[in-house]
């Protein structure tokens, strides 16, 4: 079975471009998730998808960001106009749909490395 | 949101050392996961304690609950050098979300 992928692995671009990162989650999952590593710092939450919904984008940093999942597949994160504190990994992760939510297993992808120049 | 800190941020250890992170919450968790992070990697689930004073094992990986379940710890045994990475506990938010909190994570350097 395939594992969350995203592309690309890596982006440089400058101050004020427009980046978009796709992730495909593990086929059947239902919850895609969103979560960001600036550099030597912990791993943030962003928003989180179930199937084509988003259930929580509490954690998206203002309106620069835009996310959607159209049919409940993959999923694309764009950032419009891009600011060097963007820079950092972000990662995709899926799980499946699991009535007692505790118990659920995050399947992370190997994230998309952005530099803001 | 219900921030987790972790000490160490970094240890250097040789290879045979035992090594140890602490994950501290202030408030009670109802569960705590592990991940670790090799460098330039992502993060890959390794356990999930959900019960008051829980320990469990991989091989030379011991995870222990607190009883209060407010703190956790990962504790390695006799480290070899493909443990080297970053270790980060996680928590569900909870509410209608199953989003995970990290908490600040240990860089483990090992040197042969």
């Known amino acids: 079975e395939a594992g969350v992928t995203q592309f690309p692995s890596h982006s440089v671009i400058e101050k004020g471009q427009t980046v978009t990162l796709r992730c495909d989650p593990i086929?059947?999952?239902?919850?895609l998730y969103w979560y960001r590593r600036v550099m030597g710092k912990e791993i943030k939450f962003l928003l989180h998808f179930v199937k084509e919904s988003k259930q929580d984008e509490s954690g998206m940093p203002n309106n620069r960001f835009l996310a959607e999942r159209t049919g409940g597949t993959y999923s694309t994160l764009k950032v419009q106009p891009a600011e060097l504190e963007d820079s950092g990994v972000y990662f995709c992760?899926?799980?499946?749909?699991?009535?007692?939510?505790?118990?659920?297993?995050?399947?992370f992808g190997p994230g998309t490395r952005l530099l803001v120049l | 949101g219900q921030q987790v800190m972790q000490i160490p941020q970094y240890q250097h250890v040789q290879e045979g050392e035992d090594f140890t992170t602490y994950c501290n919450s202030s408030?009670?968790?109802?569960?705590i996961q592990w991940y670790k992070q090799r460098p330039g990697g992502h993060p890959v689930f390794l356990i999930q304690?959900?019960?008051?004073?829980e320990v469990k094992k991989q091989k030379r990986l011991t995870f222990q609950f607190g009883e209060a379940k407010k703190n956790s710890s990962l504790h390695i045994t006799a480290t070899q050098t493909t443990d080297v990475g970053t270790y980060f506990c996680a928590h569900f938010a909870g509410g209608a979300t199953n989003k995970l909190i990290f908490g600040t994570g240990t860089l483990l350097a090992v040197q042969p």
């Open positions: 992760a899926s799980s499946q749909d699991l009535r007692d939510r505790g118990q659920e297993t995050q399947y």
């Open positions: 304690l959900v019960k008051s004073g």
């Open positions: 086929s059947g999952h239902d919850n």
């Open positions: 408030t009670t968790l109802s569960n």
